[in-house]
């Protein structure tokens, strides 16, 4: 059974930091590309991040290049972001996403960036 279990969100003050960690299960993980996409109020979901299955290419949204980083451990079948400088316009539900063949999605994390 396929699992994608992002780490808990939370309230964020602008200019903060937070780095959010999604924990994999039930599929050979170092064969998936993984991505971070996220779903302000009213938006549709949004691409912000990926990266290849070894580690060795990552693309970001225009919005947080230079502000977000994915990573991954192959070892631990972990994928993270690591997000600095977080603004108002960052608030979102997060999702971890694997594409192996097939698409699976995690449940999302709420992140709030506000004073």
């Known amino acids: 059974q396929v699992q994608l279990v992002e780490s808990r969100g939370g309230l964020v003050q602008p200019g903060g930091s937070l780095r959010l960690s999604c924990a994999a299960s039930?599929?050979?993980?170092?064969?998936?590309?993984m991505r971070w996409y996220r779903q302000a109020p009213g938006k549709e979901r949004e691409l912000v991040a990926e990266?290849?299955?070894?580690?060795?290419?990552?693309n970001y949204a225009d919005s947080v290049k230079g502000r977000f980083t994915i990573s991954r451990d192959n070892v631990k079948n972990l994928v993270a972001l690591q997000m600095n400088s977080l603004q108002p316009e960052d608030t979102a539900v997060y999702y971890c996403?694997?594409?192996?063949?097939?698409?699976?999605w995690g449940k999302g994390t709420l992140v709030t960036v506000s004073s």
């Open positions: 039930g599929f050979t993980f170092s064969s998936a590309v």
């Open positions: 996403n694997a594409w192996v063949g097939r698409t699976y």
């Open positions: 990266i290849s299955r070894l580690g060795g290419s990552t």
